[in-house]
């Protein structure tokens, strides 16, 4: 049987640079094969036409749920293979994690929320010179935009689409990006640094920078960085995969259970308090995680 694994003696740089390589090839080929195959189904007008207003639900739920499972998580495992034979091991789903860390990783995950919604909050409210104006105004209609097809999917009505909500807009998306994210890209990592802090943050930066949401950019960090140390110090992937999870599904019954009915007010709120203990535990999670991982690392 061949061996596919031609990255697994690559310099941990040229592995990344491959990573990118793959992530943005299947970002051009998917989505275009994805149009090719829609044409017979939706017309060629209704696909050729971009996401509008008009397009019909259908096909947005069809292009995002293919374009999650293709690129995210097509990447992942394509890239894994090219690394190692043991594809659910180089993912770090083969190692199953002790009940302890998802807990652990879903209280942080809860706690971290609404210092999340309150940095949204404040990214939203930062003041620019008036040369970016224009920038800034083309970032928020971007950031709009993707709020809008968001709310395509969230505007539904019974308890049947709230489920396939759960999975469509909340375990789908958790699955995929873990598994480029803090499967396939903190793998590359750490082997490039021993520092684990470094290894977090800088996957965590990655994370939030490629949803390309500007306003979103330090909230979705401080996700991030629960879902690295979650996985880092598991050492699996399934915490930060629940954690993620249930940080979608919150928002996904929040909004579908909310008078307001906007996407940027789930969670939010000004009270320092409940900011700062948001703060403190999640840190404390993330600390316990550490003692426990130690704990193991250190049994005969």
Sequence with gaps: M?????????????????LLLLFLGFSIIVPIFLMLIGIPVWGREIIMSGISDQTPLSYLIYFQFFSQVG???GVAFLFARLNDTNVLGFLKLKKSSHISFVLLAIIAMISVIPLSSWLLELSLSFSFPESMESF????KQQEDATNALMLRFLNVEGWGWLAFNLVFLALVPAFCEE??????????????????HFVVILTAIVFSAIHMQFFSFLSRFALGLVLGYATIYSGSLVPAIAAHFVNNAFSVVGYYFSDDKTIDKIATTNNYWVLILSFFVAITMVVVMKKKSLGYENQP
């Design 179 to 196: 598994l480029l994210f803090r499967g396939a890209l903190m793998n590359v990592f750490q082997k490039m640094t021993r520092n684990k």
């Design 2 to 18: 061949a061996d596919f694994a031609l990255l697994k003696k690559t310099k941990p740089f040229y592995q990344l640079l491959w």
């Design 71 to 73: 690129v995210f998580a």
């Design 136 to 139: 800034i105004a083309t970032l």
